[in-house]
């Protein structure tokens, strides 16, 4: 792609829901390029008070692209994974007059498709866990039976961050199997599993902005998956994060640029994938040295909140750059405090929970008694506005996320705040970012 500079004023069209969209939308409308700034009707309702509505249907991108054209688009940024796998990328970019931020369907590929992801890393002698990949029910529980130390069931596809299942029986690990190949729980996108090596220690977010050359690493994020206090309970979409984190040495971000995301990108280019977007590696750092439990090809929720609440720069000016080859050009840094957020949720979540209630609270939350140089900011996830209230919508319901000097207080900030809010059967983790006390 030739480059192309970036308007003085630029559109955006803002593809997504959720928390990770109403943190980018936070930052995006800060930037000074910043025309009109639209988003889906089904936004949350931090969202809708940040941009106008794209009147179009977003699942029908011929009638999307052509009211891009009307609005004079010029930028789409893609939150989830979901349009990635569609490739919403290229049915939606249209040089030099709109571009997007997010990569195409091949790359999105190492999200997608959790099989293909690990013929990449092999291939690219990236470190991972020891896996098997298998479509038959009876070849897999044959497998399972070997493994002496747990094992992690995945099923291949996108399951709405519900797809991994951390086995440490084997009787777990063979429900899991048959949950996924026999009853056929999560679809089609559970058709194919991998069986992969349990693997042991923390857990470190490594999110890169990639423009198809050149990268760079955006400060760590650390997250909390489990749904109890003290990692216990079922996995869930996320539960809370913290950007910096301790865990994320100058040493282990050094390895993992040279060993996870430079041959990562140089695989995905010998295969003619040149990667615009993020590429997100999870890893676990095991006694044996970090490795990647799954990649992303998106921002990650909650690890956006924190991330974006301390990036300095303009993030109109960064996705451009990203979306064009064009990062080399551009300064990327972070604000010297520490961020935490912490997710309040609906009482049954990650099952079933109760939509409509209302929330109060959130002023409140705000305005915590604070020193100077902390901040409070509510970034809303499942919530509507109804009869001009603000309710529950979702089971990850607000992402409350503070700064301060010192990652313990920000870490205290946000619980201060998170105790604020006030919905039937709200609850949120009280032990996030509970290592940095």
């Keep these: 792609m030739a480059k192309l500079r970036c308007p003085d004023t630029v559109n955006v069209l803002l593809l997504g829901t959720g928390g990770r969209e109403h943190a980018l939308a936070w930052k995006l409308r800060k930037s000074r390029r910043i025309g009109t700034l639209w988003v889906e009707p089904?936004?949350?309702?931090?969202?809708?008070?940040?941009?106008?509505?794209c009147p179009e249907p977003v699942n029908d991108t011929f009638r999307l692209c052509r009211w891009c054209e009307r609005e004079n688009v010029s930028l789409v940024v893609i939150g989830p994974e979901g349009p990635l796998a569609a490739d919403y990328a290229t049915k939606?970019?249209?040089p030099p007059r709109r571009v997007v931020f997010g990569p195409t369907r091949a790359g999105a590929q190492l999200e997608w498709d959790k099989a293909f992801a690990k013929q990449v890393m092999r291939a690219a002698s990236v470190p991972t866990g020891e896996s098997r990949t298998f479509n038959d029910a009876e070849q897999a529980l044959a497998y399972v039976d070997t493994r002496?130390?747990?094992?992690?069931?995945?099923?291949?596809?996108?399951?709405?961050?519900?797809?991994?299942?951390?086995?440490?029986?084997?009787?777990?690990?063979?429900?899991?199997?048959?949950?996924?190949?026999?009853?056929?729980?999560?679809?089609?996108?559970?058709?194919?599993i991998v069986v992969e090596e349990l693997l042991d220690g923390?857990?470190?977010?490594?999110?890169?902005?990639?423009?198809?050359?050149t990268f760079w690493i955006l400060d760590p994020a650390q997250d909390h998956k489990r749904v109890g206090e003290g990692d216990t309970g079922p996995n869930t979409g996320g539960m809370g994060a913290f950007s910096p984190t301790p865990k994320a040495t100058a040493e282990l971000i050094r390895v993992v640029q040279r060993d996870v995301l430079v041959p990562t990108i140089d695989a995905l280019k010998r295969m003619d994938i040149p990667f615009r977007g993020v590429l997100y590696a999870g890893m676990m750092i095991t006694p044996a040295g970090p490795k990647v439990l799954e990649f992303n090809t998106r921002f990650g929720d909650p690890?956006?909140?924190?991330?974006?609440?301390?990036?300095?720069?303009?993030?109109?000016?960064?996705?451009?750059?990203?979306?064009?080859?064009?990062?080399?050009?551009?300064?990327?840094?972070?604000?010297?405090?520490?961020?935490?957020?912490?997710?309040?949720?609906?009482?049954?979540?990650?099952?079933?929970?109760?939509?409509?209630?209302?929330?109060?609270?959130?002023?409140?939350?705000?305005?915590?008694?604070?020193?100077?140089?902390?901040?409070?900011?509510?970034?809303?996830?499942?919530?509507?506005?109804?009869?001009?209230?603000?309710?529950?919508?979702?089971?990850?319901?607000?992402?409350?996320?503070?700064?301060?000097?010192?990652?313990?207080?920000?870490?205290?900030?946000?619980?201060e705040a998170a105790a604020c809010i006030r919905f039937d059967g709200a609850f949120y983790r009280r032990d996030i970012g509970a290592s940095l006390r």
């Design 42 to 53: 089904t936004a949350n309702a931090g969202l809708l008070e940040l941009g106008q509505v």
């Design 92 to 94: 939606l970019a249209d």
């Design 148 to 192: 002496v130390d747990g094992c992690v069931v995945k099923a291949t596809g996108l399951c709405a961050g519900k797809g991994v299942m951390v086995c440490k029986t084997i009787p777990e690990a063979r429900r899991a199997v048959e949950d996924c190949l026999v009853r056929k729980v999560f679809g089609d996108e559970g058709r194919t």
């Design 202 to 213: 923390p857990e470190v977010s490594v999110l890169a902005l990639c423009d198809g050359q």
């Design 303 to 415: 690890e956006t909140q924190p991330i974006i609440a301390r990036l300095k720069g303009d993030l109109v000016e960064l996705c451009w750059a990203t979306a064009t080859g064009q990062l080399s050009e551009v300064d990327l840094s972070f604000d010297p405090r520490a961020a935490c957020c912490v997710v309040v949720c609906a009482k049954g979540y990650p099952g079933n929970y109760a939509k409509g209630l209302e929330i109060t609270g959130l002023e409140e939350a705000r305005a915590v008694q604070r020193a100077p140089g902390e901040d409070v900011v509510i970034f809303h996830a499942g919530t509507a506005r109804k009869n001009g209230k603000v309710v529950t919508n979702g089971g990850r319901v607000l992402g409350v996320t503070a700064l301060a000097e010192t990652s313990a207080r920000a870490a205290e900030l946000a619980r």
